[in-house]
């Protein structure tokens, strides 16, 4: 105990300010000498117990205040540094804890004003959203992740590669797989370029869901994941093998702005081309059409997920083979949303998927079940919305299982095509209000843009109007507004 040491010198110095003491009057009461006490409050010296103890007798000092007071801002300062802003300038957990004891009133101006700048982003942003409803563009951006940006460009794209879907259909053709995709794929890989396919244990892989090892010259798949998934991880593999050229042409057309963008767009791309192939354009919409777009048929005919046929779904778009434009969006239970796609976009300024009302979130509550829901925005136009949860990959059985949920939706003047239009309350009717169906479910693109009164899942309040601080009413919603 006698030779612990503590080194808290910029906390000493605050503790001494705070008493309004100089160096020499706080070392005589300690019993040291103002040299010393320099030496302590520069962190040249240790704290003893002994001292920490002269501490709390003489000057009333909690011990604990001592010791690591500044831990509660290193999450805040990481966040601040974590901007794509910073992105080159990330300190290590050493610097941060230097800087939050020897700078506390500095840090917390720099948190403040870090979130006051987030703030700022977050209401341009809806600012630049509110401003594209009603068709004028704008040039407001911030500091974006790669990630960011290339999210930003296949959301507002149609979600339909020409060039894949012709490589995929030749690369049928050539595979001509008959019921077995995935033998037709190993057995290709190996035969032209050597490459064998092996499953391998949690144990022996339990960080990746796919690796290549090029000396080997082997391509090994994790048994956490369905088969569905070891097939799509399989074509990826081939089609970005096969399809480079039409893989990077599709790139260039982007106009990404750096490699790494580049790298996470040619991923997205294989994905796109594991699809194709996995669920032939042609075969799988004449399929959709006579099974009026169940998913489920469709998952069992082509021996796929509910993920993956929803997902291909969204890009049939083909000129003169066009499908119902579907729309999708992928949450998981802590509301964090990270795919949207579209056949024609994902319509972020028409229905932007951040109500909490949408029954992508209920799905939560009934795993596995599928949802069918009619949803009204505020501008009246109205939406079928389809959403059930998704099992990600398995994990051990001391491990909590990944689950998502998965919404997909088209405008309500498809309902007579779809199978899921049936379960609406109500007949069929032309998709507009009042005219011969039960009310839809009023939601909004999302609370900050959303001017709905007394709504009770609201969670902000909205940008565009002021905020009601009247003390004799209050109303429903956790905010009121006038």
């Not at 010198?9 to 320099?38: D, F």
């Not at 082997?218 to 088969?227: G, H, M, Q, T, V």
């Not at 799509?232 to 039409?246: D, K, P, Q, S, Y």
Request: charge should be neutral; glycine fraction near 8%; proline fraction near 6%.
């Amino acid at each position: 105990m006698a030779d612990q040491k503590i080194f808290a010198g910029p906390r000493i110095r605050r503790i001494r300010n705070a008493k309004g003491l100089t160096q020499t009057a706080m070392a005589e009461g300690l019993g040291i000498s103002p040299s010393y006490l320099n030496l302590i409050e520069r962190n040249q010296r240790p704290l003893t117990v002994q001292l920490i103890l002269r501490l709390a007798s003489v000057y009333k000092v909690d011990p604990h205040e001592l010791q690591g007071e500044a831990r509660g801002s290193i999450s805040a300062l990481k966040e601040v540094f974590g901007d794509p802003l910073l992105s080159g300038e990330l300190p290590g957990d050493q610097e941060l804890i230097e800087l939050a004891e020897a700078a506390p009133n500095a840090s917390a101006a720099m948190i403040k004003l870090f979130r006051a700048y987030r703030e700022q982003a977050e209401r341009l942003s809806d600012l630049s959203e509110l401003l594209a409803r009603e068709g004028r563009s704008t040039a407001l951006s911030g500091a974006r992740l790669p990630v960011d940006e290339v999210h930003e460009i296949f959301e507002r794209r149609p979600n339909h590669f020409s060039a894949l879907e012709e490589e995929a259909e030749a690369f049928t053709a050539l595979l001509d797989p008959g019921d077995d995709l995935f033998g037709a794929l190993k057995a290709w890989l190996r035969r032209e370029y050597g490459i064998v396919v092996k499953v391998l244990p949690v144990a022996t892989m339990p960080n990746w869901r796919r690796r290549y090892d090029r000396h080997s010259q082997r391509l090994f798949l994790s048994e956490r994941l369905s088969p569905f998934d070891q097939l799509r991880e399989v074509a990826m593999e081939a089609c970005l093998i096969r399809m480079t050229v039409a893989v990077a042409g599709e790139i260039q057309s982007l106009k990404l702005t750096t490699d790494e963008a580049r790298r996470l767009a040619r991923f997205e791309l294989g994905r796109y081309a594991a699809h194709a192939l996995m669920m032939p354009y042609q075969a799988f919409h004449s399929a959709a059409v006579r099974a009026r777009y169940d998913v489920d048929v469709l998952r069992s005919r082509f021996g796929v997920s509910f993920e993956q046929a929803a997902n291909r779904l969204t890009m049939l778009q083909r000129p003169g083979a066009q499908g119902v434009p579907f729309f999708m969006l992928e949450v998981d239970n802590a509301g964090n949303r990270f795919r949207k796609a579209g056949s024609q976009g994902f319509p972020q300024s028409r229905f932007g998927g951040g109500c909490p009302k949408l029954p992508v979130h209920a799905a939560f509550t009934l795993p596995g079940q599928i949802l069918v829901e009619a949803v009204e925005m505020p501008d009246g136009a109205e939406f079928l919305c389809i959403a059930r949860t998704l099992e990600g990959p398995q994990g051990s059985f001391s491990e909590r299982p990944r689950r998502t949920a998965l919404l997909l939706a088209c405008d309500i003047g498809f309902r007579d095509e779809i199978v899921y239009g049936a379960a609406l309350p109500g007949p069929a009717a032309s998709g507009k209000a009042g005219q011969g169906h039960a009310p839809a479910t009023p939601v909004g693109p999302a609370c900050r843009l959303c001017e709905r009164i007394g709504c009770l899942a609201r969670a902000e309040p909205p940008v565009t109007r002021p905020l009601g601080l009247d003390e004799m009413v209050t109303g429903l919603s956790a905010f009121d507004f006038q």
